[in-house]
């Protein structure tokens, strides 16, 4: 298996614009995660799917984040408008029920 | 609150030296429990984990951890450290199977030689 994937893997945009972050989790998990590590806070959870269903949103810090599950092979996390506060690594993740296996994440840069 | 603890930030070891890094939790129940690695630049790699059973929990790469219900601890350990352990280590817990994984800050491992 391919493992967790994530695209793109380096985002740089400017503040204002629309950033669209992808993951792909490994066939058969039915639990994914979007996490995002910075220095000052670590790792936080955003939120996370159960069968493609919104379980827990209560980390998505604010209105201008957003994320999708359209099928069980792919989603989406999209910030809209991007903010230089946003800048971080992103992470999804995918469970098997036990355990949770990590992408290499997005390093996103807002400028 | 659900909380895990890393109290070490930084740990300096050198090669071939044992190591010992520190993690405590503190839940409402026993929580499943787990050490990440991340070195620089890439995702989370899970090195183990304790669901429930024996609390000595053999790991990739040579890793052990402990579990210690009375001092609340997970304790992660190896004899001996080589160059290519330096990373970031995380402790994480979860109160279900697979989600909602509550991190410790992480300790990071500088390995000497």
């Known amino acids: 298996d391919a493992g967790v994937i994530q695209s793109p893997r380096h985002e740089v945009t400017e503040m204002g614009q629309e950033v669209t972050l992808r993951c792909k989790p490994i066939s058969g998990h039915d639990y994914l995660f979007w996490y995002r590590q910075t220095m000052m806070r670590g790792l936080e959870l955003l939120i996370y799917?159960?069968?493609?269903?919104?379980?827990?949103d209560s980390g998505m810090p604010e209105d201008r984040f957003s994320a999708k599950m359209p099928n069980a092979s792919f989603s989406t996390l999209k910030i809209q408008p991007s903010e230089p506060r946003d800048s971080a690594v992103y992470f999804c993740?995918?469970?098997?029920?036990?355990?949770?296996?990590f992408g290499p994440g997005t390093r996103l840069l807002v400028l | 609150a659900q909380s895990v603890t890393q109290p070490d930030i930084h740990i300096t070891v050198s090669e071939g030296a044992s190591l010992e890094l520190r993690c405590n939790y503190s839940?409402?129940?026993?929580?499943?429990l787990f050490w990440y690695v991340q070195s620089p630049g890439q995702g989370l790699q899970l090195l183990l984990k304790y669901f429930s059973g024996d609390t000595l929990v053999q790991g990739i790469k040579g890793f052990e951890a402990e579990f210690k219900r009375s001092q609340s601890s997970f304790n992660l350990r190896k004899p001996s450290v080589h160059w290519s352990d330096a990373a970031e280590y995380f402790c994480?817990?979860?109160?279900?199977?697979?989600?909602?994984?509550?991190f410790g800050a992480g300790t990071i491992l500088r390995v000497k030689s």
């Open positions: 993740a995918s469970s098997d029920r036990e355990t949770q296996y």
């Open positions: 994480a817990g979860s109160l279900q199977y697979g989600n909602k994984l509550v």
């Open positions: 839940y409402g129940a026993t929580p499943y």
């Open positions: 799917f159960n069968n493609n269903v919104p379980i827990d």
